[in-house]
């Protein structure tokens, strides 16, 4: 990133390290308000991306970098040879799994439905890894620990009956949020916040180009 940020000023780019917090989209030229100042143009690339989703838990507050976490890629060195758990059904939690399991002795995905929505061809390599088991139709209502992970306490959704299951580490691969909420009013988006792009990439500001955001079939 320290490389690109380089190049882009070797082109002329000018880099504000403030974050964005206000937009206006319905006159030009258009105006994006970042700490005190405001900055105007003639277009707008839209790159802001999406933040993982978390359970809400106090637990999960306390805990974060402590064995919860929403990247396998970067914490599962921390893991090796200790029990883990993903909680999703997704694509995602299953490549989580796939990259814990090279490091963890024991990987349990937990799913609040009786079968996953990844594809069939990830289910099927998930099935087949011996390190990697499923703890269907729960739901985690707490992460046990004090001043790190040690399990999790789990309701099913079914009966309601509650179980603690051992581990060292929480992955949460559950789904994201665009960070789109100063766009709303602007520009269009879909019912889940993120922003509806037409002819490749424009949204319905035909200047306004998003970049690294799900473009909406």
């Known amino acids: 990133m320290e490389e690109m940020r380089k190049q882009a000023e070797r082109f002329g ?10 937009a ?10 970042a700490g005190n100042k405001t900055y105007k143009g003639k ?23 402590r ?19 993903v909680v999703g059904g997704s694509d995602t939690a299953m490549e989580e799994a796939f990259v814990l399991s090279k490091v963890a002795s024991e990987v349990k995905v937990i799913h609040r439905r009786d079968k996953l929505r990844a594809c069939k061809f990830l289910q099927e390599k998930a099935f087949e890894n011996p390190k990697i088991t499923f703890v269907w139709n729960s739901t985690v209502q707490e992460i046990l620990g004090k001043d ?11 009966s309601g009956k509650e179980s603690v299951l051992e581990c060292d580490a929480v992955f949460l691969a ?9 766009f709303k009013d602007q520009i269009e988006l879909d019912q889940t916040g993120y922003i509806v792009a037409r002819e490749d ?11 690294n955001l799900r473009q909406s079939s």
Do not use: M, Q, Y
């Not at 780019?13 to 974050?19: D, H, T």
């Not at 206006?24 to 308000?33: H, I, L, Y």
């Open 24 to 33: 206006d989209f319905k006159s030009k030229p258009f105006k994006v308000t």
């Open 67 to 85: 064995g919860v976490s929403v990247c396998a890629t970067c914490d599962a060195p921390f893991f090796r040879n200790r029990k883990v758990v």
């Open 13 to 22: 780019a000018e880099l504000i390290f403030e974050n964005a917090t206000a």
């Open 174 to 182: 559950i789904g994201h949020k665009p960070n789109t909420d100063i």
């Open 148 to 158: 790190r992970v040690e399990g999790v306490r789990l309701r099913r959704v079914d």
């Open 201 to 211: 990439t424009r949204t319905n500001s035909r200047k306004i180009s998003v970049r």
């Open 43 to 65: 277009s707008v690339i839209i790159a802001t991306g999406a933040s993982p989703k978390w359970l809400g838990l106090e637990s999960e507050t306390r805990l974060r970098g």
